[in-house]
T-cell receptor, first 115, second 112 residues
C-alpha cells in the first residue's frame, strides 16, 4: 500500500515569491494534517482536515498561508508571499479518523528554502 | 516549560542498548508515541503505548511508561548503525482536542 505522497521534495525560491506543496494521503484516510518542522524542532501542526473541512487551522498564519482539500482527498498548501522565516520542512500526515486512537502516518516532507 | 521534553543527543556503541527518555506535562495524555526520522525523510511511527499501560515490547523495542512521573522511555536493544536517526516522543491529549504534540527530538549517534 502506498504511503503519504508529497511533492515536490525540495523547493528553493526567493522571498516574496509564491510556493505550493501537494499531498496525497493514504487511500481511505479521512483526516489530513499539514505540519511545519523547523530545523532542530519537532513538527508543529498548521492545519487539520476532516474530509474537506478544515477543523483546526488555529496555527495557520492566515495572512500568507492557505490550504485546500476540495474533494476530501489530496490537499495543497500555499504560501504567498514567502518570507525568509518560512524555510522549513513541510510535512503532510494522514489518519483514518481524527481522534486520539487514530495513528498519524507521515509523508517524506517538502524542504523549502527561501533565499 | 515545554509540553514534551527530550534530551537532544545520545551516543551509543554498536551492539549496546540505547535508552531515549522523554517527559511530558499533560496528565490527560491518551496515547504516547515514538517516531523515527532519518535524514531527509518524514517521520516513521515506531511504536506507541496507551496511557493505561506500563510497558510494551516489540522485537528490539521496549517502551516503558511511568504515568506518575510522566516519564516515557524507548529502549532499543542491540543498537545497529541503521538505528542512527532522530527519535521524537509525542503525546496526544484530550485537553488539546486530540492534537499531537511533539518533543524536539533526540539525535541518536552510533559509535563503531
Amino acid at each position: 500500500e502506498a504511503g503519504v505522497v508529497q511533492s515536490p521534495r525540495y523547493k528553493i525560491i526567493e522571498k516574496k515569491q509564491p510556493v505550493a506543496f501537494w499531498c496525497n494521503p493514504i487511500s481511505g484516510h479521512n483526516t489530513l494534517y499539514w505540519y511545519r518542522q523547523n530545523l532542530g524542532q519537532g513538527p508543529e501542526l498548521l492545519i487539520r482536515y476532516e474530509n474537506e473541512e478544515a477543523v483546526d487551522d488555529s496555527q495557520l498564519p492566515k495572512d500568507r498561508f492557505s490550504a485546500e482539500r476540495l474533494k476530501g482527498v489530496d490537499s495543497t498548501l500555499k504560501i504567498q508571499p514567502a518570507e525568509l522565516g518560512d524555510s522549513a520542512v513541510y510535512l503532510c500526515a494522514s489518519s483514518l479518523g481524527g481522534g486520539s486512537t487514530d495513528t498519524q502516518y507521515f509523508g517524506p516532507g517538502t524542504r523549502l528554502t527561501v533565499l | 516549560g515545554e509540553d514534551v521534553e527530550q534530551s537532544l543527543f545520545l551516543s551509543v556503541r554498536e551492539g549496546d542498548s540505547s535508552v531515549i527518555n522523554c517527559t511530558y506535562t499533560d496528565s490527560s495524555s491518551t496515547y504516547l508515541y515514538w517516531y523515527k526520522q532519518e535524514p531527509g525523510a518524514g517521520l516513521q511511527l515506531l511504536t506507541y503505548i496507551f496511557s493505561n499501560m506500563d510497558m510494551k515490547q516489540d522485537q528490539r523495542l521496549t517502551v516503558l511508561l511511568n504515568k506518575k512521573d510522566k516519564h516515557l522511555s524507548l529502549r532499543i536493544a542491540d543498537t545497529q548503525t541503521g538505528d542512527s536517526a532522530i527519535y521524537f516522543c509525542a503525546e496526544i491529549t484530550m485537553n488539546r482536542d486530540d492534537k499531537i504534540i511533539f518533543g524536539k527530538g533526540t539525535r541518536l549517534h552510533i559509535l563503531p
